[in-house]
């Protein structure tokens, strides 16, 4: 007697206490971590065209953004530099003294006890836009780049970030960041590596956010080809043997399937960015009146807890976050 009539699923659908005695995945603000850009100046707020209700802000505001977000509940902050000054190496996101690290130091001030980590890679501070130095030929020097992604990754540490998430997907790049943070003392400063990173079009608007488009070419010779899922798995397994402690899947809609598979095989905290393109569809499509903007961004951030992430980076981090506390 294992089917119908005696056996009804719709019992446990009746009403919503029922459902939600009985739902599998949950959202908690503490599993959302809120994105940031940091711009030039004091007292700086600046809109993002196609990013609907997002802000570039100064650093000195990174204080009060961190005290709403720590009210809000939310898991963390992700710091992204967006500085005047590029050059070929991307010198200026390696200065102690930047606007990554005076936003690490404005927030940690605020609330100490938030989360802060800081995106570590070339492309924001590099005049051609790519996320490492370049070769001659035009090609992204691999071995070159990572001696600078320490020396950035070390620039946040010292300034006080919790987390510092390269993203560049240089080979080598969590060993030689491991190696530069333990001979500085700074062995308690974790590393979220963006493992499984696609280059996806998905990014599209944070190009326009962070300005960091590159000038020439494409990001395909290092971020990894959409249709791969089993290389995913190497590249997860690769950055956890150099001493990742944290890794992500990124783009998150698209990729379910490698955020679960990751879930599947490996054991440290798993999460998933909900990018700048899968923001920006959404709130166009709500905006139009074509979806129901709030629903359609719960049922978004829940499939991705479902999928496996054990937390999300999204720009709908505060939004979402206040809907939760109801
Ligand atoms: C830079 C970086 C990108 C994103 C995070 N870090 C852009 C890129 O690789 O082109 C994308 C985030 C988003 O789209 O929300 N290395």
Redesign the pocket.
């Known amino acids: 007697m294992t089917g119908f009539p005696v056996v009804r699923s719709r019992r446990l659908r009746r009403g919503e206490g029922i459902r939600r005695l009985v739902r599998e995945a949950r959202l908690s603000p503490a599993q959302l971590v809120l994105?940031l850009f940091v711009i030039p100046g004091k007292g700086q707020r600046q809109p993002i065209a196609s990013m609907p209700g997002v802000e570039r802000l100064s650093a000195d505001l990174c204080g009060e953004e961190a005290r709403s977000a720590k009210s809000l509940g939310l898991g963390g902050l992700l710091l992204?530099g967006v500085p005047d000054e590029k050059d070929a190496t991307g010198s200026s996101g390696r200065d102690p003294d930047g606007l990554v690290p005076r936003a690490i130091r404005a927030a940690k001030e605020a609330a100490p006890e938030l989360p802060v980590m800081a995106?570590v890679?070339l492309?924001?501070y590099t005049d051609h836009g790519h996320?490492g130095v370049l070769l001659p030929s035009g090609e992204v020097d691999n071995d070159a780049t990572l001696p600078l992604l320490a020396d950035q990754a070390l620039a946040y540490a010292r300034a006080g970030a919790d987390v510092v998430a390269p993203?560049?997907m240089m080979d080598g790049r969590v060993a030689a960041i491991r190696r530069g943070l333990d001979e500085a003392g700074l062995s308690d400063t974790a590393i979220l590596s963006?493992a499984a990173?696609y280059a996806?079009a998905?990014?599209?608007?944070?190009?326009e956010?962070?300005n960091?488009r590159p000038r020439q070419g494409d990001?395909k010779g290092y971020?990894m080809d959409p249709a791969n899922g089993r290389e995913a798995l190497r590249e997860v397994a690769l950055d956890i043997e150099e001493g990742a402690d944290m890794v992500m899947v990124?783009?998150a809609m698209a990729y379910l399937d490698v955020v679960r598979a990751v879930r599947e095989r490996f054991d440290v905290p798993l999460l998933a960015?909900n990018?700048?393109?899968e923001?920006s569809m959404l709130e166009a499509a709500a905006a139009n009146g074509w979806i129901d903007g709030q629903r359609a961004m719960l049922e978004m951030l829940t499939g991705i807890r479902r999928a496996g992430a054990d937390a999300i980076i999204t720009?709908f981090a505060p939004k979402a976050a206040r809907l939760l506390a109801g």
Do not use: T
């Not at 998905?202 to 190009?207: D, H, N, S, T």
């Open positions: 994105p992204f995106d890679c492309c924001d996320c993203s560049d963006y990173k996806s998905f990014y599209g608007p944070f190009r956010a962070a960091n990001r971020q990124k783009p960015y990018v700048s393109g923001y720009y």
